[in-house]
């Protein structure tokens, strides 16, 4: 194993890496930091792609001794699309969508969860819980039962019924909760220390976005090693943009790749924007959303305990930040389906009205490469198709 030990985005503070924990003293979210000496002597960026396909495949940078088995149900190897139609219709020559939707549970949050549950496990932890309004709650749900560990999981109470059923179904405890994810986040913390679950919020324990940081090291690979001058990315934690800036640090460590990055653009909808007002205001943290409301469950999150090292990333990077109201999102969704057979959740249509914005303001150049995320499957999404039917 490469991992050397956990440290504070925020205060610096360095800690073990042997123990099941969730954040600094300070109360802000831990890194997991690597030997990355240690990996280039070990490993070549060829011999990862000799090994099966999926995210473990890039064992060296994740945090699992060799000696353990992760637990898997086939996450991450998911197509890199060229889209000329969308390509065309926004005025770009190259757009990629990367369609995080077959992964298992439907959605991105397996890659977080497959390395969360397999270190809460390792660790010691028997009884895992989350917050969720949509896609993470089912993705626990599906790797704790993998895993054999019970799952609790409190979502508010307009839920999509599949994100709900997904739980139930894999066995896990489900609280419904009158209110957002926050409240629901109160509600676990509430009893969480009795019960003894390990909280697996997002960045409030170091391993989900070490697993979200594989999206990077697969674009990387699927790039030939180059990446995209764009990403577009919808976000609501901030687990994803965060992983990746990661992953692209350590890969240029490595020496796989040069100083260049891509610029990130945070897509967020109107009904729930805190980073893209934080981004517009020139603030260091974002605070929270009041009255958060967006059939885009992925991206209803009004306070993201990792606003300060969202920000961050966009500032140093050249990045921006972008609205988009629900029934724009909802039309491009439709839209990206029907022109490329993927199937578009919300979130992934809000990528879309995203990049045509930015390639009409000139903040996209026609020539750049752009890389659209398309994070879960539209099909989870029944209630808000049909709030705003075609
Ligand atoms: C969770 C989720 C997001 C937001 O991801 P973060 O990494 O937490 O910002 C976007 N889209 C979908 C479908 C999601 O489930
Ligand atoms: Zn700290």
Redesign the pocket.
Known sequence: MFVSHLSCWDCGRQIPADQLVNLCTCGKPLRVEYDLDRVREAVSRDEWAKRPPGLWRYREVLPLAESEQPVTLGEGATPLLPAPTIAELVGLERVYIKDEAVNPTG???ARGMTVAVTMARVLGARSLAVPSA???GGALAAYAAAAGLSAHIFMPHDVPQANRLECELAGADVTLIDGLINDCARALAQRKEAEGWFDVS?LKEPYRVEG?KTLGYELAEQLGWALPDVIV?????????IGMAKAFDEMETLGWIGSQRPRFVVVQSTGCAPIVRAFDEGRESAGVWEKANTV????R?PGAIADFVILRCLRAGGGTAVAIADVELIRDARVLSAATGICA?P??GACLSAARKLTQSGWIKPTESVVLFN??TGLKYAEAFAAYPA
């Open positions: 959605s991105f949050k949509g896609n993470a997002t979200k990315y919808p976000t609501g934690g901030g687990t994803g943009l885009a469950a992925g991206l999150v959740c979130e992934g994070t879960g």
